[in-house]
């Protein structure tokens, strides 16, 4: 009970945030732009953070894989370490091309 008053108290402050009116009425086309280009920045910057998030989970679940199935048959080491690292390589080219998504988007 008690968390969800401390969730209801937080949304309550945080709705002032909202009804703030737009600092330039003269301008309402340059005020249109400044608020795009706001959530174009936070679309990048969630972009960025799915795809590090998702890369991290991927590459640490390959690397324990790997290494669990070295540490069961070392004799197969030589076979599983280079398509590890293949994976690993491409795992990590996508977490670059959302990087490179998310840099032209802003």
């Known amino acids: 009970m008690k968390k969800m008053i401390i969730t209801m108290v937080a949304m309550l ?3 002032s945030a909202f009804a703030q009116e737009a600092a330039t009425a003269a301008a309402p086309a340059v ?15 969630l972009a960025i953070a ?13 690397a324990a894989t790997a290494l669990e ?3 069961r048959n070392p004799a197969a080491s030589g076979k599983i370490l280079i398509p590890m690292i293949l994976g690993l390589a ?5 977490v670059i091309y959302a990087l490179i998504i998310a840099l032209k988007l802003s």
Do not use: H, N, P, Y
């Open 13 to 15: 402050a945080s709705v």
């Open 31 to 45: 005020a249109a732009a400044g608020s795009d280009k706001g959530l174009i920045a936070i679309a990048a910057a």
């Open 50 to 62: 799915i795809s590090v998030f998702g890369g991290a989970m991927a590459q640490g679940k390959t």
């Open 69 to 71: 199935g070295i540490a």
């Open 90 to 94: 491409l795992i990590e080219s996508l």
